[in-house]
Each structure stands twice: as structure tokens, then as C-alpha cells.
């Protein structure tokens, strides 16, 4: 086997792991999460949280999805009366994105849900290897973001 043959083996690999691993995480937490709620409604609410109000196209940007997609989850949230969706007072086309008291409750519901399963997975693999594969996670995150 050449070089390329190996880094293209290794590449596959890599790859596969990763696929893999995201649909097994997206499966336990799809279970684990409370009735009705998906993993985009959850990881929205959660970056509401933290990064307070968004328009659709900041919010779209950052998960990297269409707009059409961030609209779509974005209308189930509001239904729920998870978030609140008003115009941008600076620019009556765009609208704004704020996390409702509702909503607040909703997120703080899954991540106790969530919670005791993420803990134990990590606890199993051991602390030390998981801060180890963090930075190169991290690293073919950023370089995927790039192009």
C-alpha cells in the first residue's frame, strides 16, 4: 500500500467513525430528550441561552443550514411558544429571535434529560481521553468550516 493508499484508507476511516458516531449520539439523544422535542429545537433554545437574541440568518449561519431549515424549526419553536419572534426594529424585513421564559424551562428540561447520559458516556471513555481528542476534533471542525 502507498502513502495515498493509507492516508485515503485512513481518511475513510475516520470518516466512518465520525458518521457513525454522530447517528448512535443523535439516536440516545432523540430517546433521552423530553416528548416532542428534537435535537435542532434543543440545540436552537441552547444557543438562545448563551448568545441571546439572533436573527434567522445568524442562527441558520451558525448551524449550518439553510434558511429555509432554520425557518422550519424556528416556526415549531414558536408554536411551542418556545421563542419569541419579533421584527427588527432597525430593519422591518429581518425579524429577531429571543428565547421565551417557556422556552428557558423546555431547554433546562432536556439538558437534565440529556445530561446523566452525556456524563456517563464521558465518564466511561475517562476524562484524559476525551480532553485529548477535543483539540483535533476542534481542528477538522474548523478546517470543515473553511471551505
Do not use: C
Amino acid at each position: 500500500m502507498n502513502m495515498s493508499d493509507a492516508t485515503h484508507s485512513l481518511a475513510v476511516t475516520l470518516f466512518s467513525e465520525i458518521l457513525t458516531a454522530d447517528q448512535l449520539v443523535r439516536n440516545r439523544l432523540s430517546r433521552v430528550l423530553p416528548k416532542g422535542m428534537e435535537i435542532s429545537h434543543f440545540s436552537v433554545l441552547n444557543h438562545l441561552v448563551r448568545g441571546g437574541e439572533r436573527s434567522p440568518a445568524q442562527l441558520a449561519k451558525a448551524f449550518h443550514v439553510t434558511r429555509g431549515a432554520m425557518t422550519n424549526t424556528l416556526n415549531k419553536l414558536e408554536w411551542a411558544g418556545y421563542v419569541h419572534i419579533r421584527p427588527d426594529w432597525d430593519d422591518a424585513r429581518r425579524k429577531m429571535v429571543a428565547i421565551s421564559p417557556a422556552g428557558h424551562k423546555a431547554r433546562d428540561a432536556a439538558l437534565s434529560a440529556i445530561t446523566p447520559m452525556v456524563t456517563e458516556l464521558v465518564g466511561e471513555l475517562g476524562d484524559a481521553k476525551v480532553r485529548a481528542a477535543l483539540p483535533i476534533l476542534r481542528e477538522l471542525r474548523l478546517k470543515l468550516e473553511e471551505g
